[in-house]
């Protein structure tokens, strides 16, 4: 696996936390990347890791899970390469935080959710699990009260408030502490909202 990865804040190597940061369709890592100033990591290391022509799948998340293949399991596996390196520095899976925007935000839900376990936060800025329908066996595991926001405009022209609504379902039956919050008509985007959130319910632990 050679996807090409980005970091900046606190080097691995010193850092006692990590926020691995999953960019959008079309966007890339130094684009996630930026957002970061916005919130409360400074003492993080940040990793975002770029998908191969700034795609993690080439179609709706929505579509038939094989239609995304190989491209959906890569991607599954990048993101599993990277929690491998930042474990391999001494960083525990309990301070390693997770962020996406829209397919970002879809990988970073389906990643956690099919590997649950008491990471430090997950925060999905427009985003579902993946699939034609959601897939319960191919979760498994417990969050053990892992903190999750999740926000989302209704409608989204790519993300329907259904999925977000079946997401945190299911992830609150595996364990998580899921926040949810529906902005009216907000719009493809993230908010200052939704950033207040993300620091208040995720980023706030000592």
């Not at 990347?33 to 929505?62: C, G, M």
């Not at 209704?154 to 529906?182: C, S, W």
Request: charged content about 20%; some cysteine.
């Amino acid at each position: 696996m050679n996807t090409e990865i980005i970091t900046d804040g606190v080097p691995l190597n010193e850092a006692k936390k990590a926020l691995i940061m999953i960019h959008g369709r079309g966007a890339g890592a130094h684009d996630i990347l930026s957002i970061a100033k916005h919130l409360k990591v400074q003492d993080f290391a940040l990793v975002a890791p770029q998908a191969e022509n700034r795609t993690w799948y080439p179609y709706s998340f929505l579509a038939p899970l094989d239609q995304n293949e190989p491209s959906f399991s890569k991607s599954l596996e990048a993101i599993h390469q990277v929690v491998v390196a930042i474990q391999q520095n001494g960083i525990e899976k309990e301070n390693i935080y997770f962020l996406g925007f829209s397919q970002g935000a879809c990988l970073a839900l389906e990643f956690t959710t099919r590997n649950a376990a008491k990471y430090g936060g997950i925060v999905a800025f427009t985003g579902g699990l993946i699939g034609d329908k959601v897939y319960e066996n191919h979760y498994s595991g417990n969050f053990e009260n892992t903190p999750v926001f999740i926000g989302t405009s209704d409608p989204d022209f790519h993300v329907p408030v259904e999925r977000v609504n079946d997401t945190e379902t299911l992830m609150e039956k595996m364990g998580a502490d899921v926040t949810k919050k529906i902005y009216p008509n907000m719009g493809h985007t993230i908010s200052q909202d939704e950033v207040d959130c993300a620091n208040a319910l995720v980023f706030n632990k000592k």
